[in-house]
């Protein structure tokens, strides 16, 4: 065999034969991210899920392999593994490879015979919660260490840090990073393993994520609700006052946020890219996501639509509260509506400076002297 044969061989059949068994395993853990388990100390299912794949990296015959949970009080634990350099690969510092044990809350819609706490392999592709984000990292880094191996190769010392809160916004990296530099080293290359891809054909590469800014906003009107029928026409809705709230921060027929700060300019080769990317499959973006019968995407350009989901803000309203369920609506002139407005914004916007105008434009001359809050406000660099 030659050696990118070798190293075939060992990706394809200890992805079948060793990999599949334990992600499946992981799957079946409902280790949700603290801030969707309220209880996730008590309820131990984050620690599980870091110990069920420390067994298995244990397991692993890569020579001098050191596993080890970690836990700093109160914060939810974080799976270190140490794989020293080969002898040619010494010398060139610590290459730190990412991933993440923590979930999202599952959400609906499964099909008949799946579920999100139940592994399932059909037609070749394992369904169920947490396997693409993020169970695969640990699993491929480590396959990715032992394929090297396998066809000669050398790799410097890798350092694979699974945390269990990126689903939370990492609240506990940072603290993990201080606490466990000294082991760390130098670190002269990091992997992240916690992106898509476009397609099955080939190795991606994310080159950019956006950032994220989130707010709450509720709007009152009333100090108690009021029949609709004798307050409408003398009392705004809070709905309507919302409406033009967002009409500040987005233009509703285009989907353009306008906010200043959201927009720095994109940049050449990143619209290079783009094209790239849209000339590798025509149509696949306007393929890629289960649209309604009859519904078309918000642009028929596949390099507008990458440009769209990278390089431009967005506003995803991501929850509502201050509406009763459709059967319990009665005529009622609501007191207040909230919302949860989401924003991506491009790589390079400044988070903070955005949330800071996005809060300015959001409370200053609000229509009829309405009162307007924002809570959880949230801001995150690409
Ligand atoms: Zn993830």
Redesign the pocket.
């Known amino acids: 065999m030659d050696q990118e044969q070798k190293v075939r061989e060992a990706v394809v059949s200890g992805w079948a034969g060793q990999v599949l068994p334990s992600l499946a395993g992981l799957v079946e853990i409902p280790a949700l991210s603290p801030a969707f388990d309220a209880s996730w100390a008590a309820n131990g299912q984050l620690q599980a899920a870091v110990d069920h794949v420390r067994d298995w990296i244990a397991s692993r015959e890569l020579p001098g392999l050191r596993c080890e949970a970690v836990a700093l009080a109160g914060r939810s634990p974080l799976l270190l593994v140490d794989v020293p350099a080969t002898p040619g690969g010494a010398g060139r510092g610590t290459v730190l490879l990412y991933g ?1 044990l923590d979930k999202q809350p599952p959400a609906g819609g499964w099909s008949d015979g799946l579920g999100p706490w139940q592994a399932v392999l059909r037609d070749g592709r394992l369904y169920g919660r947490g396997a693409v ?2 169970g695969y990292a640990a699993y491929a880094a480590t396959t990715a260490l032992e394929a090297v191996r396998a066809g000669g190769g050398e790799h410097a010392r890798a350092v694979l840090l699974l945390e269990t809160g ?2 939370s916004g990492s609240p506990d990296l940072p603290a993990y990073l201080e606490h466990l530099a000294g082991q760390l080293g130098e670190v002269t290359f990091v992997l992240c393993l ?1 992106a898509g891809g476009g397609d099955y054909e080939r190795l991606w590469l994310t080159s950019s994520l956006r950032g994220l800014v989130q707010a709450t906003i509720t709007v009152r009107v009333l100090q108690r609700p009021q029949h609709s029928g004798l307050a409408s026409g003398i009392v705004p809705s809070s709905f309507r006052i919302l409406r033009q709230l967002l009409d500040r921060v987005e233009d509703s027929a285009t989907g353009q946020v306008k906010l200043r700060e959201m927009n720095p300019a994109i940049p050449a080769e990143s619209r290079a890219a783009a094209r790239a990317v849209a000339a590798l499959d025509p149509g696949a973006m306007r393929r890629r996501y289960p649209l309604a019968e009859g519904m078309v995407p918000a642009s028929d350009d596949d390099v507008e639509l990458i440009l769209n989901n990278t390089w431009r803000p967005t506003l995803s309203v991501i929850g509502a509260a201050g509406l009763p369920e459709l059967a319990q609506a009665g005529n009622v002139l609501r007191a207040s509506t909230s919302l949860v407005l989401s924003f991506r914004i491009p790589p390079t916007a400044d988070a903070k400076a955005a949330r800071a105008e996005l809060e300015q434009i959001l409370t200053t001359d609000v229509p009829y002297g309405a009162q307007v809050e924002l809570s959880n406000l949230a801001a995150e660099n690409g």
């Open positions: 993440h984000d993020d990126e689903e916690d």
